[in-house]
T-cell receptor, first 116, second 116 residues
Framework: DAKTTQPNSMESNEEEPVHLPCNHS???????IHWYRQLPSQGPEYVIH???SNVNNRMASLAIAEDRKSSTLILHRATLRDAAVYYC?????????????????FGQGTILTVHP | EPEVTQTPSHQVTQMGQEVILRCVPI?????FYWYRQILGQKVEFLVS????????KSEIFDDQFSVERPDGSNFTLKIRSTKLEDSAMYFC??????????????FGPGTRLTVL
C-alpha cells in the first residue's frame, strides 16, 4: 500500500480555519485520497475523499496537489467538536475475486486540538 | 440516519475463553469489516466480508478468529480462545459497495474487549 505521512499533532483556535497536510509521494494513479477522523472514544468517521480535483462537502474541503503527491484537508471554521485524530488514507482496490473494495489502512494520523 | 450498532459496548473475559462480538451493519450494505485498536495505537484492519465469505484478511486474523453473518442483519466476530493481547477496541464497519474505490465505510461505536 502507498504510504501517507502526516504531522503528529496540530493546534487551532475555535472558529479559525485549519489546514491538515498529508504527503503521499508514492500514490498510484488509481488511488483515491480519503480522510477519516476519530473523535474521542468513538469509531472512525468518514470526512471526504477525492482523486484529482479539489472537493467540498458540508464537513470540509480537500485540496489535492497537481502532482497528487500531497493533499490538505481544510476545516473552514474549527469548532470544539472537530477535536479528533484525522487520518489521511489512500484507498487501494484489492482484487480478491474482484469483490473487495479495499480495506482502510490507518496510520497514526494527526491529533487536532482546538482551543476555545 | 442509519448507523452501525455494536454489542456489547464492553466485554470482560478470562484468558482462554471464547467471545463473540456482535454488529448490526447498515441494512442495505453489502460489505462488512472488522478493525481493532489497541489502546494508544492505530486502527488495524482485521477482515473484510462479502457475499458470505471472507474477501480479505490481515495477518492478525489467524485461526483463533472467525466471522459470520448468521442471519440477514447480524455480523459477528468470534475469538475462540482469547489472549491477553486481544484486549482492544473492536470496530465493525459496513459499506454499500456500489461505488468502488470511493465507497465510504461507516463505523460502529466499538466494543471494548478486556481479557484478564
Amino acid at each position: 500500500d502507498a504510504k501517507t505521512t502526516q504531522p503528529n499533532s496540530m493546534e487551532s483556535n475555535e472558529e479559525e480555519p485549519v489546514h491538515l497536510p498529508c504527503n503521499h509521494s508514492t500514490i498510484s494513479g488509481t488511488d483515491y485520497i480519503h480522510w477519516y477522523r476519530q473523535l474521542p472514544s468513538q469509531g472512525p468517521e468518514y470526512v471526504i475523499h477525492g482523486l484529482t480535483s479539489n472537493v467540498n462537502n458540508r464537513m470540509a474541503s480537500l485540496a489535492i496537489a497537481e502532482d497528487r503527491k500531497s493533499s490538505t484537508l481544510i476545516l473552514h471554521r474549527a469548532t470544539l467538536r472537530d477535536a479528533a485524530v484525522y487520518y489521511c488514507i489512500l484507498r487501494a482496490i484489492t482484487n480478491a475475486g474482484g469483490t473487495s473494495y479495499g480495506k482502510l489502512t490507518f496510520g497514526q494520523g494527526t491529533i487536532l486540538t482546538v482551543h476555545p | 440516519e442509519p448507523e452501525v450498532t455494536q454489542t456489547p459496548s464492553h466485554q470482560v473475559t478470562q484468558m482462554g475463553q471464547e467471545v463473540i462480538l456482535r454488529c448490526v451493519p447498515i441494512s442495505n450494505h453489502l460489505y462488512f469489516y472488522w478493525y481493532r485498536q489497541i489502546l494508544g495505537q492505530k486502527v488495524e484492519f482485521l477482515v473484510s466480508f462479502y457475499n458470505n465469505e471472507i474477501s480479505e484478511k490481515s495477518e492478525i486474523f489467524d485461526d483463533q478468529f472467525s466471522v459470520e453473518r448468521p442471519d440477514g442483519s447480524n455480523f459477528t466476530l468470534k475469538i475462540r480462545s482469547t489472549k491477553l493481547e486481544d484486549s482492544a477496541m473492536y470496530f465493525c464497519a459496513s459499506s454499500g459497495g456500489l461505488a468502488g474505490p470511493t465507497d465510504t465505510q461507516y463505523f460502529g461505536p466499538g466494543t471494548r474487549l478486556t481479557v484478564l
